[in-house]
């Protein structure tokens, strides 16, 4: 099983600022990473696919990047709507497997 | 707007079973692959399982296999899990999860229900 870990765990940001989230794979998922946001009571949604490609929706802000096993999220100038917890998930081998999340408050 | 629908969670006794739907409506399942994800209270996603658009193969976590089933009904445009002997460390928010590319063997999760919540409790 591939092991995903991200970091950090969590982490205070103003609005405004740009964070930058990592995920890392314990061997490699080629460009099969997806990143999700979840916010209180609500289902995942999906944010990012193929490593680098923003899903349908997802604004411009949010930049994606990576391969093999170091990935990360960038978000630009963060809005209150932002601030959530970010999931990466690998789908390059059975079974697929979720990091532990990274929880982004307002600072 | 299309939705996925799950139902069938609720208080189960430990070492009962449980079956949990999905309904899809206003969207197409049938050309997708399919995938329960949970989430225990306060912790973070776990996959689960997936299978095929056509039901021709099914992965499932090495955490639940021999205990939990996937299957589908393309007919009903249903997906459904089965547990079986459920214990307190499945209680959890179940969720169902369209794939995003129609006809790949299963990937990335492009839709998701809202969840159905499964406690255990005697």
């Known amino acids: 099983e591939i092991v995903m870990t991200q970091s950090p765990a969590s982490l205070s940001v103003s609005p405004g600022e740009r964070a930058t989230l990592s995920c890392r794979a314990s061997?490699?998922?080629?460009?099969?990473l997806a990143w999700y946001q979840q916010k209180p009571g609500q289902a995942p949604r999906l944010l990012i696919f193929?490593?680098?490609s923003r899903a349908t929706g997802v604004p411009a802000r949010f930049s994606a990047s990576g391969s093999g096993t170091e990935f990360s999220l960038t978000i630009d100038s963060l809005q209150s709507e932002d601030f959530a917890v970010y999931y990466c998930?690998?789908?390059?081998?059975?079974?697929?497997?979720f990091g532990g999340g990274s929880k982004m408050e307002i600072k | 707007q299309g939705q996925l629908l799950e139902s069938g969670g609720g208080v189960v006794q430990p070492g009962r079973s449980l079956r949990l739907s999905c309904a899809a409506s206003?969207?197409?399942?049938?050309?997708?692959?399919m995938h329960w994800v949970r989430q225990a209270p306060g912790l973070g996603l776990e996959w689960l399982a997936v299978?095929?658009?056509?039901?021709?193969?099914?992965f499932y976590a090495d955490s639940v296999k021999g205990r939990f089933t996937i299957s589908r009904d393309n007919s009903k445009n249903t997906l459904f899990l089965d547990i079986t002997n459920v214990s307190v460390e499945d209680a959890a928010v179940y969720y169902c999860?369209?794939?995003?590319?129609?006809?790949?063997?299963?990937?990335?999760?492009?839709?998701w229900g809202q969840g159905t919540r499964v406690t255990v409790s005697s």
């Open positions: 999860a369209r794939d995003f590319v129609p006809m790949d063997p299963g990937g990335a999760s492009e839709i």
């Open positions: 206003g969207l197409t399942v049938s050309d997708y692959a």
């Open positions: 299978i095929s658009y056509d039901g021709s193969y099914i």
């Open positions: 061997q490699s998922v080629s460009s099969n």
């Open positions: 193929g490593a680098s």
């Open positions: 998930q690998q789908y390059g081998n059975w079974p697929l497997t």
